[in-house]
């Protein structure tokens, strides 16, 4: 059970290019959570640089996490509970918040969790997105993580996880990000594509990669496939440079339909993927709570369609809130939450960070 009554839990994640500091009351109420993305730090580079990740993250911590404590009304004296991301991610992103928690935890002597990434990204579905206490996390559920750098299908029992199948090459948001690129988007692409997904009709179709009978993923050979029909409506003079219609209203002129079009295929064929291998799952073996979660379940289409699937099988579908799709410290916290209850902790002077780890 967690030490003094009803603990506060900190929870820190850095382990990519988002810095960001929770605090989540023992009911997995997320009081505040503070996200600093480094875009604009990145951006010329086109992608996530990890030396300058690193940098930025020791930079950004100390407003984050005030921010953090403001909009939560509390000091470190509320705090009951330490948690940190300790992996996977980029090494020297992971230890300037696992330091910190590190750091924290022994100097106030607070138990402390080493938080396995994608562990955050399972349970974050049951969080709520309106200030409200997580749902209950059923003993039993099948998780899927889309993310920029995992596509895989978990089964979890009593916080046991196995894994079921997973990306042999790019995750889902990751092939987004790279034909995005190659469109001339700005980083990260991924939302990007799928904007202007919305803006035209499919075309041509895709086929969905099959991989045997596995439940494992690729998206390698789509985004290929995808960047091969940039290259022929180029070599036709078709226009395909999107850089300059990017934006949070983008609006591209009709000779950029063609382009637009690849980009709506591209994503059916992606989630039609994600779609197939969840049939298959059920087929072998059908079950009740299916909870999904990365910054690639913000996919639009893939949140269209997978409340249809779900009704289909009267599987109790469980999508993240938008606010948690993406890389967070609440779901940090709120993993160490789960972790507590079965009264599993880390020494904190004993963890390490680690670029790559099982769950
Ligand atoms: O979970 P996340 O914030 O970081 C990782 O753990 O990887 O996921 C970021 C990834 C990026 O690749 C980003 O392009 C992708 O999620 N992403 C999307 C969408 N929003 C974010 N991919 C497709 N459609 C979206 N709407
Ligand atoms: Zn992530």
Redesign the pocket.
Known sequence: MPPRDAPLVLGIET??D?TACAIVAADGRVLASAVSSQLEAHRPFGGVVPEIASREHLRNWPAVSAEAFERAGVTLDDVGVVAATRGPGLIGALLVGLSVGRALSWARGLPFHAVH?LEG?LYSPFLSAHGLPADEVPPRFVGLVV????TALYRVEDGEVETEGETRDD????A??KLGKRVGLPY????V??SLGELAEPQPRMPVPRCGETLDFSFSGLKTRAIQEVEKLERRGVPTDLGGVAGPEPSPGPELLPVLSLLAAFRRAAVRQVLDRLERMHRRGSFEVLAVS???A???ELRRALPEWAEEKGVDLRLVPLRY???NAAMIAWAALQRERRGRRDDPLAVTAASRIPL
Not at 147 to 150: A, D, L, N, P
Not at 188 to 191: E, F, L, S
């Open positions: 382990s990519c988002d990434h990204h993310s920029g750098g995992h995750a889902m948001g990751e987004f990000d990260p692409q991924g939302p594509v799928d990365g910054g690639a913000a996919n639009r799709s993406g890389d």
